[in-house]
């Protein structure tokens, strides 16, 4: 019974290319989450996506980020032109249910991400 | 900003002693999760809370709601190394939003 899986887990960009980020959610789920972390920092929320849909973006920087979650394959978080200060790890999370009172999330290991 | 405040932000003990840390917030919840994260881990569930005065126990780890859906405290009991980690609320509903974190650490 997989977890929340994120690859890669480590990613190297330089200042200017692109990131991808993929997260596959555990088997059932159908609502992922995506969250950043700087060193030092609590979990800052980005976006709320189920299938083929963008519930709630009010986290995402409104340039240079995009998420989606197509009906089949993972959900990807892209970053373009990547600047040093988008180094930081980004954790995706799934549950089985919409978000609610319960708000039960399972969390992928992260992939960390730094710019040079 | 539904903000979290969580205390203390660090701390550090012996083996064996008692910790609490708090979880405290101007809003009410519907509901507030737990989550123990260690370095280079993504979050891991440990309870969900929901009833005001509410109180839970997972082995050595007793969580309490507070009456007014306000806050939260964590206690732990006779902490040990594998308690290490930050520790971290999160509001349930439809907004996600966690807290600041404690980070623990227990020394051997």
């Known amino acids: 019974n997989a977890g929340v899986m994120q690859n890669p887990r480590h990613l190297v960009r330089r200042r200017g290319q692109e990131a991808r980020l993929r997260c596959s959610p555990m088997?059932?789920?159908?609502?992922v989450y995506w969250y950043r972390q700087l060193p030092e920092e609590g979990l800052k929320f980005m976006v709320y996506l189920q299938k083929e849909n963008i519930i709630d973006e009010s986290g995402m920087p409104k340039e240079r980020f995009s998420a989606e979650f197509p009906k089949e394959g993972p959900s990807i978080l892209r970053i373009q032109q990547v600047v040093r200060g988008d180094s930081a790890a980004y954790f995706c999370a799934s549950s089985p249910q919409p978000s609610g009172a319960y708000n039960e999330q399972f969390f992928g290991p992260g992939t960390r991400l730094t710019v040079l | 900003t539904q903000l979290l405040e969580q205390s203390p932000q660090f701390l550090s003990i012996q083996e064996g002693e008692n910790l609490t840390v708090y979880c405290n917030s101007s809003?009410?919840?519907?509901?507030l999760q737990w989550y123990r994260q260690e370095p280079g881990e993504g979050p891991v569930l440990l309870v969900t809370?929901?009833?005001?005065?509410e109180v839970k126990k997972l082995k050595r780890l007793t969580f309490q709601f507070g009456d007014a859906r306000k806050d939260s405290s964590l206690h732990i009991t006779a902490a040990q190394p594998g308690d290490t980690g930050l520790y971290l609320c999160m509001r349930g509903g439809n907004q996600f939003y966690f807290g600041t974190g404690t980070s623990l650490t227990v020394i051997p």
């Open positions: 809003s009410v919840f519907s509901s």
């Open positions: 809370v929901v009833t005001g005065g």
């Open positions: 088997k059932g789920h159908s609502h």
